[in-house]
């Protein structure tokens, strides 16, 4: 059975009238040891999606399916339960590695706070903070544990907090665009810590970012995101080889090439729509270039054309 089972998940915000449709019937799965990355433009669902799988959303949202996590469902779990799961067999990377850490403590009082919630005795905080300062690779891990956020580089900021997110050896670990505003080496390094905690443990990553750059070098599988649905899923060599949604191809199509001295970019047309107005028809359908009258009018099925690979469109696979 799958680590992360999800079925059929939709999240809604503002008015029952007139939801806002942030996640729209997901279905997905996790296994053990994989990494997946989760790709998909801004207002995509990709964060809110993490945020429900360990039921850490706003009062505010409503929320339907199923989350299922080694065998347990996550959202009938009551608050003491989920206090127990969050931290020690799920753990999540925040957005920015330049505001997850507080400024006002250095890291070695961070640290032992996360490691004395998480069981590890008053004794032992200092040995077990140098421990895992040196399983991600920093240089004079005492004299960081002294040391205060803004103290140090982002990298740095980042490699604590995977330290800190790995610390109980969990089985899923959610990285939400963990190497923005990094550089392409600090980058290159993040990602070898991510697979190291994989080798070394077995955890699951599902890596949220925009750069495709990063899953391709990563990844053993790919869900893309659009307007709160998954339009397309498979292995990473698939879905890069043979993309099968338009909404993919213009994905890759918009990765930065660089032509005689010049940068071209290949901006996908329209906008993302209005997730308040979304309905029985393909989110993409108002900026795709293949578009047919069935795609404003009914939802696209999954397209299986290989194993694990879905596509959500009535046209998957057609030449554009």
Request: net charge neutral; proline share 6%; hydrophobic share 45%.
């Amino acid at each position: 059975m799958a680590l992360v089972e999800v079925r059929d998940l939709c999240v809604e915000f503002g008015s029952v009238e007139r939801p806002v449709q942030a996640v729209s019937h997901v279905d997905l799965t996790i296994e053990n040891g994989e990494i997946v990355g989760i790709a998909g433009e801004s207002g995509s669902g990709k964060t809110t999606l993490c945020a429900a799988l360990i039921h850490a959303l706003p009062r505010t949202a409503r929320v339907s399916g199923e989350v299922t996590f080694d065998n347990r469902s996550i959202l009938t779990m009551s608050p003491r339960e989920l206090r127990k799961l969050r931290g020690r067999e799920i753990s999540m990377i925040l957005q920015n590695p330049m505001t997850s850490l507080d400024p006002l403590f250095t890291i070695g009082n961070q640290m032992g706070e996360v490691l004395s919630a998480r069981g590890t005795a008053a004794r032992a905080l200092r040995a077990r903070e140098i421990e895992l300062l040196r399983s991600v690779h920093l240089t004079a891990p005492e004299a960081r544990l002294r040391q205060y956020p803004h103290e140090l580089s982002g990298g740095m900021r980042q490699r604590i907090l995977i330290a800190m997110a790995s610390a109980t050896a969990p089985k899923l670990l959610l990285a939400d665009e963990p190497t923005t505003a990094l550089d392409a080496t600090i980058q290159e390094e993040i990602l070898v810590l991510f697979r190291e905690i994989r080798d070394r443990f077995g955890t699951a990553i599902a890596i949220v970012t925009h750069d495709l750059g990063v899953i391709r070098r990563i990844c053993d599988r790919v869900i893309i995101m659009y307007a709160g649905r998954i339009v397309e899923e498979g292995p990473v060599e698939e879905i890069f080889g043979a993309p099968r949604h338009p909404y993919t191809r213009a994905l890759l199509a918009s990765i930065p090439v660089l032509d005689d001295d010049r940068v071209v970019i290949q901006a996908i047309p329209g906008q993302v729509p209005n997730l308040a107005e979304l309905g029985n028809f393909c989110p993409f359908a108002q900026r795709c270039p293949m578009v047919i009258d069935r795609c404003r009018g009914e939802s696209p099925p999954a397209n299986l054309s290989a194993a694990r690979h879905r596509t959500f469109c009535w046209r998957a696979g057609e030449a554009a």
